[in-house]
């Protein structure tokens, strides 16, 4: 829903019909808000930002890419947590892994010792 209101504030900048690309872009936003979908907010606000400044608020149009910077860097950030707790989730396997194979090995040796003294 958010992205179709996207591509009409776009459609609409380049038409250059501001307002109504600028209504596009904050419908998009709001869309977003209630859908909690950090992944469009970074597109209504760069639409927002070069709308203002095709329309000549240069002011809004920097607080705009302000925020667009912001959302792009916490999805970065969100991202790079998520990777990294997938790693240390893989090497936590892939230790415990070892841990029971060497295990094994050690009850497989203690088994053996045990079949040769009782066959002693």
Not at 83 to 91: A, G, H, K, S, T
């Amino acid at each position: 829903m958010s992205q179709a209101a996207i591509t009409r504030g776009k459609i609409y900048k380049k038409l250059y019909n501001s307002d109504k690309s600028l209504e596009s872009f904050k419908e998009a936003r709001q869309i977003a808000s209630l859908l909690e979908t950090n992944k469009e907010f970074p597109e209504s606000y760069e639409g927002l930002a070069q709308t203002y400044a095709q329309k000549g608020n240069y002011k809004m149009a920097y607080e705009f890419q302000l925020k667009n910077n912001e959302v792009k860097e916490a999805i970065r950030t969100s991202q790079n947590d998520e990777m990294i707790n997938n790693l240390r989730f893989q090497l936590d396997l892939e230790q415990k892994e070892k841990e029971i194979e060497i295990l094994n090995r050690d009850n497989a040796l203690q088994e053996a010792e045990i079949s040769r003294v009782g066959v002693v």
